[in-house]
């Protein structure tokens, strides 16, 4: 892996630890000599894991939309801010930059990238590894839905595993280094 890219919330949200794990994620991509990709931002937890991974000589790329660059939310600290029109296409060029996903806490956003890049594995659109961050619990509640949900038979067993959980950024990095894919499935093949 040369790069990772880390969705998390804008803003710094109700606990200190969150902040601190994104600072920690940052530091710990720097010392593994990992680039990051991220959304670009300069506030919150963005702007707190750029600073720590700038910090700890790691390459930093922001990918994010004009309308957000306008509305002064970009950091203009980072190694390379990448410009794009939409969301959707800020999507695109951040799975296309990176080895593999980690996931902090954050909103509705970090959610869309979280389903989004696991939708993706599973149907074999990319074969890279999703780790979430569990600070403090915060995915617990999501984790016991994805559990519900594979026994309400929506959701296999086999897409469950898909997600490396830790609570840990070392444990969870080199979970991810040491990923394996599933097999592609028969479709596209």
């Known amino acids: 892996m040369k790069s990772i890219a ?3 919330g804008a803003n710094d949200g109700a606990r200190p630890a969150y902040v601190d794990a994104a600072r920690e994620v940052g530091v710990r991509l720097g010392a593994r000599k990992l680039g990051l990709i991220y959304g670009g931002g300069g506030t919150g937890m963005m702007g707190a894991l750029a600073d720590a991974a700038l910090a700890a000589g790691a390459s930093v790329v922001g990918v994010m939309p004009e309308p957000l660059v306008r509305g002064e939310v970009a950091h203009r600290g980072i190694s390379e801010l990448r410009v794009v029109a939409t969301m959707h296409e800020r999507k695109s060029a ?9 996931i902090l806490p954050g909103g509705i956003g970090t959610m869309d990238e979280l389903f989004e890049v ?3 594995l ?7 590894p999703v780790g979430l961050l569990d600070v ?7 984790i016991d839905f994805l559990d519900h949900m594979e026994g309400e038979r929506f959701l296999r067993a086999s897409v469950r595993e898909l997600v490396l959980v830790e609570r ?11 990923f394996v894919p599933p097999p592609l499935p028969a479709f596209m093949r």
Do not use: N, Q
Request: glycine letters at 10%.
């Open 136 to 142: 403090e619990g915060f995915f617990d509640r999501l």
């Open 122 to 128: 599973h149907l074999g659109y990319h074969r890279k």
């Open 6 to 8: 880390v969705f998390c």
């Open 168 to 178: 840990d950024v070392d444990r969870l990095l080199a979970g991810m280094a040491a």
């Open 94 to 102: 951040m799975y296309d930059l990176a080895d593999g996903f980690v």
């Open 118 to 120: 696991l939708v993706w």
